[in-house]
């Protein structure tokens, strides 16, 4: 039997997830939304395109939590995206209660699935798909530090002019401007940044991954980024259909790793056919772990004004 993927939101993140997952021909796909048939347009504009680029990736538009039943993965980006000027924490009202309606509503059709969540303020999101669904901790994390890995990686290449397939980087901590890149396990083919680069260009690219969502919104003007953080939610996606067990920083619910408990934060986790199976604990200089446990304070913030 085929997989079969929703993705909540057919805004820009959820529109361009299903684009890229359509292409790999790994899932049916529903796309939901609250808006009356816009759905349908794009999964219809979509299906028009595999004739062009080649995949029969079956794509269904919705406003109907019905069609979304069995779903093997849920991809949740419902919600406001950030304007100039407002931080990510500044969507919790609004994003708490979207996000809560449609984990009811997913969770309803689709006892047994996955939930990947994308919406903001995001590990904040986190904890209200986790209490709404009541799902296992492995079930329900979110998609962060992919983008967060990516954009540094990026930043890395253009700055040595290097591959970025030979570049592999990690980033810690709540998806906010309090995240943790993290230089020395930040590698060009196995060999750590901190001894190719000069301390001031290093730290220059770890504000710069901080501040990258917020470098995007200033510049689209009418929201935030949406190629990358949808690229990066469908490598999560394929790594639970594909039980793949890929090693990449998400948001994971913690219950003592790196001295956290009950939070959900960005760490390195084994992704699977089970979800999360495994959280990887890095040991981390006093340093690095004062700025981890300044991050997740800031999601407990979040998370305390939500009384969940
Ligand atoms: O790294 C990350 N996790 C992120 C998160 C990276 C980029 C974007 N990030 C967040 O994802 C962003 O801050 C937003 O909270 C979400 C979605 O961003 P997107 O750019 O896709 O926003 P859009 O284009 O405004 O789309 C949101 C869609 C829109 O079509 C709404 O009609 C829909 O969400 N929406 C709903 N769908 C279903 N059900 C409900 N209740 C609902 N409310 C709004």
Redesign the pocket.
Known sequence: MKNKVTI???????ATAAHWAAEKEFADIVL????PDMPKGKALDLMETGPVEGFDTKIIGTNDYKDTANSDVVVI??????KPGMS?DD?LEA?RK?VY??TENVVKYSPDAILVI???P?DAMCHVAKAVSKFPKNRVF???GI?DTARFRCFISMEMGVSVEDIQAMVLGG?GDTMVPLPRYTTVAGVPITELLPKEKIDAMVKRTAQA?GEIVALLKT????YS?SASVIQIVEAILKDKKRVVPCAAYLEGEYGIKGLYVGVPVKIGAKGVEQVMELKLTADEQAALNKSAAAVRELVDIMKL
């Open positions: 909540v939101g057919a805004g820009n993140v959820g939901i939304d609250v808006i980006t419902a919600g406001l995206a950030r990510r969507l994003n979207i309606e449609c994308v919406s903001n995001l979110g998609m962060a983008l998806h969502g929201g935030s980024a949406y953080p």
